[in-house]
């Protein structure tokens, strides 16, 4: 993999903010794809109406003229010939700093507000360049503050022209000339630069195809690769010991939970390594059946490790299974990044010689160097397919560790049958008894007082709630902005009474984790949240969820949001705020039933985000979507299946390195 810093004008800041964004090398940049495209197109004046938003190419027609105002303030006014000959006025606020570039004569394009009775463009944006045909297609990229979408666009344009011939193409040659495919580093030049949507159309079907292949053939290497073998240990425990510890639970499990445990216990005890997914909506009860894994694990005389995505649920299932195992000889300890560097080589040691008997933390933590005497299970929570293809090896004296994956997503039967092809399935169908359905309500943002009266109403019968705030694209500081303006209202409106948190991106991990507790232990009755990574996250006492902007959030992503409430035996509520979209968003104030949304939120967006959002920091597909690529997804498997079977020394050649990519990643 070639390193950021080879690509000319990325510096040591600009690869930290890269990083930020997910991008560790430049296969990751160029492969950060537009998440929109703009059309820019211009604008016919004539046609124009007053104050209309216009979009006008030309030429600088005499030097333009500077104007200061108050403060720092200044507007500049400049004469244009338009193309077609027209000439126009132009005023920009606060551009002093273009001037000496707007010498006469200089094409621009520019964007603005149309005054017609004055015949004058107030514009918001003035670029050097014309638009050649009328039209151009631009990309738009996510950014992050100090990134913006152009910055992105020249590391990525610079990448291209450095190194576009030695990115790595994972379609064997021979599907290239069989569907006639453009070569990788044309097609990343149209998908980044696209001169006509028919263009952009061939090059992404291109590489959708090359990332499904990819995934394909990963997933059926591994089955192939576990099927059948030998290769697990097979673990033996007394039944007594782990009965002791179901008859300590609080509560009897499920006929459902009841039903995965036996599978998973048999997987266990069976020679044949575990590569199992658990299945079952949100707040169905998966944790406590793979603590009792873990410690059937550890009566078989084997370490296990609990990963998750975020150090927040790391917290909250370190605090559960010491809760569960608390009358058990287990040693538990927590592995994050907010430790010091004494307290994880601490631990590391410890982990080393078999002193720790479950260990629960990040995945980067817990796979990165860390060194194991015995693993012999590893469980991974709410992670999605494509992070579970990402199995780094974990360091644990050859042992092959037996593996189970939990998920929340709920994904049509036809879908996971092919993505999660390589594994066994165990599914939770029911929850608990005793939940009550949460009622959801669609509200507009007119109709905020009524939120805030049924908050209030929820907090005066000592409940807590969440908060999820708007969101304001590409921009972490005007994110900052509508947080803090928000908390400003809940305290302006329940601040006397009760306590309101605020956790985002830009705090630190120990930050975020003290808050998290206040809110816990109930020191914080309000918590309001940027993102939507704290998945997983249990506090039963929270009885309401209020989602402002729920349209920008798919069925599936709302439904797992809504899962943080109703968690015990408490009447709960969601309260969804959107203008847009409410026909789409009305499906969930009807249905609690994740399967049900799931397939809705397939047939309906055209692009479902089943598998989350990048936001949320799950692993997503690039490019391909398995709604409205799933055509594109079969005719991948079908070909990776043969693929496999080559024995063309090329076709041999690219599986070692995509092998070598599974275990890296
Ligand atoms: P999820 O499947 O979303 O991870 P959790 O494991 O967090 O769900 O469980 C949600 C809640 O249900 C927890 O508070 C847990 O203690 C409780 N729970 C789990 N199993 C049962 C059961 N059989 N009966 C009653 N409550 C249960
Ligand atoms: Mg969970």
Same mark, same amino acid.
């Given at each position: 993999?070639?390193?950021?810093?080879?690509?000319?004008?990325?510096?040591?800041?600009?690869?930290?903010?890269?990083?930020?964004?997910?991008?560790f090398?430049?296969?990751?940049?160029?492969?950060?794809?537009?998440?929109?495209?703009?059309?820019?197109?211009?604008?016919?004046?004539?046609?124009?109406?007053?104050?209309?938003?216009?979009?006008?190419?030309?030429?600088?027609?005499?030097?333009?003229?500077?104007?200061?105002?108050?403060?720092?303030?200044?507007?500049?006014?400049?004469?244009?010939?338009?193309?077609?000959g027209?000439?126009?006025g132009?005023?920009i606020f606060?551009?002093?700093?273009?001037?000496?570039?707007?010498?006469?004569?200089?094409?621009?394009?520019?964007?603005?507000?149309?005054? %017609?009775?004055?015949?004058?463009?107030?514009?918001?944006?003035?670029?050097?360049?014309?638009?050649?045909?009328?039209?151009?297609?631009?990309s738009?990229?996510?950014? *992050?503050?100090?990134?913006s979408?152009?910055?992105?666009?020249?590391?990525?344009?610079?990448?291209?022209?450095?190194?576009?011939?030695?990115?790595?193409?994972?379609?064997?040659? $021979?599907?290239?000339?069989?569907?006639?495919f453009?070569?990788?580093?044309?097609?990343?030049?149209?998908?980044h630069?696209?001169?006509?949507?028919?263009?952009?159309?061939e090059?992404?079907?291109? !590489?959708?195809?090359?990332?499904?292949?990819?995934?394909?053939t990963?997933?059926?290497?591994?089955?192939?690769?576990?099927?059948?073998?030998?290769n697990?240990?097979?673990? &033996?425990?007394?039944?007594?010991?782990?009965?002791?510890?179901?008859?300590? !639970?609080?509560?009897?499990?499920?006929?459902?939970?009841?039903?995965?445990?036996?599978?998973?216990?048999e997987?266990?005890?069976?020679?044949?390594?575990?590569?199992?997914?658990?299945?079952?909506?949100?707040?169905?009860?998966?944790?406590i059946?793979?603590i009792?894994?873990?410690?059937?694990?550890?009566?078989?005389?084997?370490?296990?490790?609990?990963?998750?995505?975020?150090?927040? !649920?790391?917290?909250?299932?370190?605090?559960t299974?010491?809760?569960?195992l608390k009358?058990?000889?287990? /040693?538990?300890k927590?592995?994050i990044?907010?430790?010091?560097?004494?307290?994880?080589?601490?631990?590391?040691?410890?982990?080393?010689?078999?002193?720790i008997?479950i260990?629960?933390?990040?995945?980067?933590?817990?796979?990165?160097?860390?060194?194991?005497?015995?693993?012999?299970?590893?469980?991974?929570?709410?992670?999605?397919?494509?992070?579970?293809?990402?199995?780094?090896?974990?360091?644990?004296?050859?042992?092959?560790?037996?593996?189970?994956?939990?998920?929340?997503?709920?994904?049509?039967?036809?879908?996971?049958?092919?993505?999660?092809?390589?594994?066994?399935?165990?599914?939770?169908?029911?929850?608990?008894?005793?939940?009550? /359905?949460?009622?959801t309500?669609?509200?507009?943002?007119?109709?905020?007082?009524?939120?805030?009266?049924?908050?209030?109403?929820?907090?005066?019968?000592?409940?807590?709630?969440?908060?999820?705030?708007?969101?304001?694209?590409?921009?972490?500081?005007?994110?900052? *902005?509508?947080?803090?303006?928000?908390?400003?209202?809940?305290?302006l409106?329940?601040?006397?009474?009760?306590?309101?948190?605020?956790?985002?991106?830009?705090?630190?991990n120990?930050?975020k984790?003290?808050?998290?507790?206040?809110?816990? /232990?109930?020191?914080?009755?309000?918590?309001?949240?940027?993102?939507?990574?704290?998945?997983?996250?249990?506090?039963?006492?929270?009885?309401?969820?209020v989602?402002?902007?729920?349209?920008?959030?798919?069925l599936?992503?709302l439904?797992?949001?809504?899962g943080?409430?109703?968690?015990?035996?408490?009447?709960?509520?969601?309260?969804?705020?959107?203008?847009?979209?409410?026909?789409?968003?009305?499906i969930?104030?009807?249905?609690?039933?994740?399967f049900e949304?799931?397939?809705?939120d397939?047939?309906?967006?055209?692009?479902?985000? !089943?598998?989350?959002?990048?936001?949320?920091?799950?692993? &997503?597909?690039?490019?391909?979507?398995? %709604?409205?690529?799933?055509?594109?997804?079969?005719?991948a498997?079908?070909?990776?299946?043969?693929?496999?079977? $080559?024995?063309?020394?090329?076709?041999?050649?690219?599986?070692?390195?995509?092998?070598?990519?599974?275990?890296?990643?």
């Amino acid at each position: 993999m070639i390193s950021l810093d080879k690509v000319k004008g990325v510096g040591a800041k600009s690869t930290m903010l890269l990083n930020r964004l997910g991008i560790f090398n430049v296969d990751d940049l160029v492969s950060h794809y537009p998440y929109r495209y703009d059309l820019i197109k211009r604008t016919n004046l004539s046609e124009a109406e007053e104050l209309d938003k216009v979009i006008i190419d030309g030429k600088v027609d005499g030097a333009p003229i500077l104007i200061r105002l108050k403060g720092n303030l200044n507007k500049m006014n400049i004469r244009l010939v338009t193309n077609d000959g027209k000439i126009v006025g132009v005023s920009i606020f606060n551009r002093a700093f273009l001037k000496n570039s707007l010498t006469v004569g200089t094409n621009i394009t520019v964007f603005g507000k149309y005054e %017609k009775s004055k015949n004058i463009i107030l514009a918001s944006e003035i670029r050097l360049g014309l638009l050649p045909k009328g039209e151009k297609i631009e990309s738009v990229y996510h950014g *992050t503050a100090g990134l913006s979408s152009k910055n992105i666009a020249t590391f990525i344009n610079t990448a291209l022209m450095q190194f576009g011939n030695e990115i790595t193409d994972f379609i064997p040659k $021979s599907i290239i000339e069989k569907y006639n495919f453009l070569n990788k580093k044309t097609s990343l030049n149209i998908v980044h630069n696209p001169s006509t949507k028919e263009k952009l159309k061939e090059a992404s079907i291109r !590489l959708k195809y090359e990332e499904l292949f990819l995934f394909m053939t990963k997933i059926n290497y591994l089955k192939i690769k576990n099927k059948n073998i030998d290769n697990g240990l097979n673990k &033996t425990y007394k039944k007594e010991n782990l009965d002791e510890l179901m008859k300590s !639970l609080p509560f009897k499990l499920t006929k459902d939970q009841e039903k995965v445990l036996n599978e998973i216990l048999e997987d266990l005890k069976s020679k044949r390594r575990m590569n199992r997914l658990l299945q079952g909506d949100v707040g169905s009860g998966k944790t406590i059946i793979s603590i009792i894994a873990l410690y059937a694990n550890k009566l078989s005389g084997y370490q296990g490790a609990l990963m998750v995505p975020t150090e927040i !649920l790391a917290h909250q299932h370190y605090e559960t299974i010491k809760k569960v195992l608390k009358d058990f000889d287990v /040693n538990v300890k927590l592995l994050i990044g907010s430790l010091t560097k004494k307290e994880k080589e601490d631990i590391h040691k410890e982990l080393e010689e078999g002193k720790i008997d479950i260990v629960v933390g990040t995945h980067a933590l817990i796979q990165g160097e860390v060194q194991y005497q015995n693993l012999g299970l590893v469980v991974t929570d709410e992670q999605h397919r494509f992070g579970v293809l990402q199995r780094t090896s974990l360091k644990n004296k050859g042992n092959m560790p037996d593996v189970l994956y939990m998920s929340a997503t709920p994904i049509p039967r036809t879908y996971a049958l092919t993505i999660y092809g390589d594994m066994d399935i165990s599914v939770i169908e029911n929850l608990p008894s005793g939940r009550k /359905n949460i009622k959801t309500y669609l509200k507009s943002n007119k109709e905020i007082k009524d939120v805030l009266q049924m908050m209030y109403e929820e907090l005066k019968d000592k409940h807590q709630i969440y908060v999820i705030a708007p969101l304001i694209e590409e921009s972490e500081t005007l994110d900052l *902005t509508t947080v803090e303006e928000l908390k400003d209202k809940m305290e302006l409106a329940f601040g006397k009474d009760f306590n309101i948190g605020v956790v985002h991106g830009k705090l630190s991990n120990k930050d975020k984790d003290k808050i998290m507790n206040e809110f816990v /232990n109930n020191n914080i009755q309000i918590l309001i949240s940027t993102t939507v990574i704290e998945v997983g996250v249990d506090v039963p006492n929270t009885t309401m969820i209020v989602i402002f902007d729920a349209n920008r959030f798919g069925l599936s992503t709302l439904h797992q949001l809504r899962g943080r409430v109703g968690r015990s035996t408490l009447e709960s509520k969601c309260i969804l705020i959107s203008d847009q979209d409410t026909k789409r968003l009305n499906i969930m104030t009807k249905t609690n039933d994740g399967f049900e949304i799931s397939e809705e939120d397939f047939q309906i967006r055209g692009h479902g985000d !089943l598998f989350g959002t990048k936001q949320s920091g799950d692993m &997503t597909f690039k490019i391909a979507n398995l %709604k409205e690529d799933y055509k594109i997804l079969l005719q991948a498997k079908k070909d990776s299946e043969k693929f496999l079977t $080559s024995k063309s020394p090329e076709d041999v050649k690219l599986l070692e390195t995509i092998i070598e990519d599974i275990k890296e990643g």
